[in-house]
């Protein structure tokens, strides 16, 4: 296909102008429509589970058919409301986790995307956590797909590392840091490798080649192991770390665009409202250049709120400290499970331009106390 | 075992702040089999029952009467054995002529010997009175009223105007025996009014049509007692459920004929509404459909109408109707095909009907405007049956911009063929 203006592709969900022979939006996710190329083969898609919060204490099985996101009616079998019409929303579209009482996470496809390329996964065992996000590329086909591999893949990989898992990290702070960030990288490494099994199964059953348009997403971890908090990442999901006391700060160092303007000098609100803002630097797939993860640590000195989110949230509220005061909004009641769906809930009331996925951990650590002597 | 299928037809794709939702949906019945074998009651009575009501008063005399007869008996001879039937002559009173009028049931199963004393009945019939046309349905209706069968049609021919009662009075008994069973109604010559049998028949889910000639209305009856006897199934509803919050704006069959089921909607739920259709047999009808929803956000989906077939009570076939909010405006500004079509083919049989109105009230200017219009769309939508009956009213100046000259002497029989058949739809040219 030659690039001249009357091949100029627009897309019809979002208005914006397409790569030429691209089959994604790189703005939205909705797909392009080939004209009159070969019909789409059938799709891999991941074992879906459903995850479920709290199962019916009396039955113990899941929420078979979950309830009406709108207004809470039946969904019937045709898939809408049996009182609203609302659309049923399939597992992949929204989900949540909530491995213990202190740490949740809600993933939403949000409204404007049509799939959900947000991924996450959750693990936690007394006063260890893992929180992984990971946030597909729309521009590349069944990038949800590897999301949803990726992010589980580095939990595994979390969850060795952790106290119950066979390569503990144990001792000293300094030397759990350390422990801590072989296994992010360790992790990273796994959830690359889960993307590019994804790749080629996908590409085995579509009879194309793995280079054309590989599926990628971006990589965000954090681990809480009792006194401390580390993170790693690829791409520009984030990490925050927002103490109830104390500067809120960010973590992570996105990988994208932006940030490189911002290390040059540009204004924030500029770099971050310019249309190359989004364009990650370095991410997950087969045609990433390497998948190890920058981490960053901080050893927390009174309680707070860890959260990994990706930036269908933080695009609605970026600064550090007004996120902040966001998630102290919704977390009056300390219950991050309520705090997590109150965020993705905002978001959406925000416009919910890209898919929304926030996961909170509350970090218990009692005050240091420094006496005067 | 009938099996029914529905297809959507629709642009769901609404812009910023739209409401309105269109669709077509065309409901196809296959293997209904044939009336009276596929008991539609499980367990109980299947069957049909067949009345035919001959218009018997004074200006039947002559040439319509030895032709409505000739027509009853050949009716009489499609009827299948096993069939139970009557057959009613109707003056400003109503007469059963067969089963005899001293004899003991009101309807007979037909079979050969019911069959030669039927056309023996006939025979008898002689012209005399006037026309009260609503107590040939009352009669029909309590002959119809002692059997237990599923499906029930009455054949219903007259030569004028029901000028015995005051229209309420016929009024008044359509709404009565609404629902109790389907009539079919013919007029022959040029006398009687269109609206008066239109009004039956749109009421008992049947057809209206003009017989020109005396002579054809026996092939004509042959015809309706062959369709009655072609469809298996006796009662289908049209369902239609609207979310909460909505409105059903109308509910219209387009397609094999303009009919307005809005008015006819009975409640099964607070959401959903019932619609009778009347007896089907393997044939396909399309419906428009328009609801009004609360706008949503772009990027948002909603269902705006489920569409049912129900047969018994029981839901054997759906379509879905959707409405997607978008910003693209070379999606929004669409309009299906099927939507357009026969919305322009409603538009047509109403500039018809208004057209020929004004005609009648001597008002040239609106008919010749509304006429004009008509053969604009009849033109437009391929619908070569109502532009041939359009032009032997009109001159045709310029079919594109629709301007016509009304004709000076036109055959009322021409006006009120057209009046008859404006109606009738042509399907949309499917790709």
Redesign the interface.
Known sequence: MSADDSDLVRC????ENAAPGGRFCENCGTPLGDAGGPTPPAEVTLEMAPTVVDPDPATGDSAARRPCAA?GGVIAP?G??T?????GQSERDHFEERPAGWVAGVCDRG??HARNEDAMALAASGTFAALVVCDGVSSAPDSDVASLAASRAARDVLVAYGPDGPSSVEGTPNRRIAGWTDAMVAASRAAGQAVRGAAEQLAAVKGTEVTDDPPSCTFVAAVVDADLIVAGWLGDSRVYWLPDTGPAEQLSVDDSWAQEMIAAGIPRAQAESSPQAHAITRWLGPDAPDTDAHCAATVPSGPGWLLVCSDGLWNYCSDAHEMGELVRRFATCGDPHAAAAALVRWANAQG?RDNITAALARVAVEPTVTEQR | MAEFSAEVFQNEFLSDGATDVHAVVSVTCTGAGAAGVTGAIPGGAGGVAEIIAVDTSGSMQGRNMEAAKHAAAVAVDQIPDGTLFAIIGGSHVATRIFPYPNARVPMVAMEPAARSEAKRAIATMAASGGTAISTWLRLADDLFATTPVAQKHLILLTDGKNESEPTMHLDRMIADVTGHFQCDARGVGDRWVVEELRKISTALLGTVDLIARPEDIAEDFAALVRKSMARGVAAVDLRVWAPQGSQVLFVKQVAPEVDDLTGRRTEVNPLTSAYPTGAWADETRDYHVAVRVAAKPVGSEQLAARVQVAVDGEVTAAGLVKAKWSDDSTLTARISPEVAHYTGQAELASAIQEGLAAKAAGDEATATVKLGRAVQLAAETGNDDATSRLRKIVEVENEEEGTVRLKRNTAKLDEMALDTASTKTTRVRRA
């Open positions: 019809p969900q979002c208005g207004c045709d809408y409301c009182d609203c019409g609302t659309p409204v404007r919910g």
